[in-house]
């Protein structure tokens, strides 16, 4: 750009700015370039708030997803479960970016407290590997997840080629017997609505019973509750329980077979790279599933909600917009002999337009830097403090997340400079068609 165009520019930006600076004639000129600046602030702000909350529940909610559950999981398509689990897990841990296996077995249990009951899903888990694929364990915030560690004697387990030596010791369980009562870890949510503690003892019930003359029978145990976990995630706090997977074998009458093998790998953003990889080593009757997929509906309705609210939400600064164009419409009206006579001086056409688009613009600017202030400040606020409590029952999570971003920053700003300079095409045209003998011929 030339010395010639930048002075050109500096003359029109000051113009511009000298008018929004300028006494009114008529009041009600301000007046709606005051609400106009308003109006962009609070859109501005309102976008910023809602990126941040929808950005931050994605961000939540995958974090707690991942963390508390297996980025791969190995099942059979047929049949009642894996057996011969230790040189499979020998085998696929052997997979590049495989970090971590671990062996588990799923079950439906009815656990009851007294009068009180609840719905639960069983994990029989080796804890010492549960703990590298999972973080479920490490969120035990009552008692503690160790006594569930002893049930293991394994000399050189720790890596996947020593796997098939891993043998689980033998424990003394009977459903008749009352001299062992295994231990069981349940979330929060479930021990508040069982009334149970640390130290409770606990009835679980599982329907695989025992088949006898009078009809099946459910198999039923005493257990121990030695640890209850919060990990801010419903869904699990609420429904889950963890055993020793020895013991979670007698009471599904599952002599060592389990019904998952779990995966931690290095880039959870592979997991279906690597879970095709993972079904090709174990071989037919194998699939795997990932997080991802599991997880889905969920991701893909959080990503439409942020676009819906997005839309809607810029509606208010089309509004203001609108604002703008009619602010811009009445100073065209109040200033016509001031661009007469600048016009009869030599000021261009093309230079009036300019002008009167640069006030446009500095009034979406001003509009525009408010909002991202006031927009950005609430979102660290209500990202530091948590002041917005959320049912965990409904939202999965129990308070309201933010995540501001400079990206959303930029792409909000952009939005709100673009409609705004749409706004002063009109009536800077119009400016621009003023004739100087016609605007003068009264004054």
Known sequence: ??????????????????????????????????????????????????????????????????????????????????????????????????????PGLYGQVLISRGPRSGGALVKGIVPGDERKVGELLGSVTVGSADELAPEISRPACDTPDAAHSCVIAPVPFSTGTPAYTPPIVIGNELAWNLGAQVGDSILVTSPQGDLTPLGLVPRYQRARVVGIFASGFYQYDSSYAFMRLSDAQRLFSEPDLISVVSFRIDDLYKAAEVGKAIEAVAGPGFQTTNWMEQNRELFRALKLEQVVTFIVLA????????????????????????????????VSDAQVRRIFMLQGLLISTIGTVLGIVVGYGASVAGSHFRFIRLDASVYSIDYLPFAPRLVDALVVAGVSLGVALLATVYPARSAARVLPAEALRYE
């Open 315 to 346: 509606l208010i600064v089309v509004v203001a917009a609108l604002n703008i164009l009619i602010a811009l419409s009445m100073m065209v009206m109040e200033k016509t002999r001031d661009i007469a006579v600048m016009m009869s001086f030599g």
């Open 1 to 102: 750009m030339t010395t010639g165009m930048l002075v050109l520019m500096r003359f029109e930006l000051f113009i511009a700015a000298r008018y929004l600076r300028a006494r009114r004639r008529q009041a009600v000129v301000g007046f709606i370039t005051a609400i106009s600046v308003v109006g962009v602030a609070a859109g501005v702000a309102a976008l910023i708030i809602a990126l941040a909350i929808t950005t931050g529940m994605r961000r939540d909610l995958q974090e707690r997803l991942v963390g508390a559950t297996a980025h791969v999981e190995l099942l059979r398509t047929a049949g009642d479960g894996i057996r011969d689990w230790r040189p499979l897990m020998a085998r696929v841990g052997k997979v590049p970016h495989v970090v971590a296996v671990a």
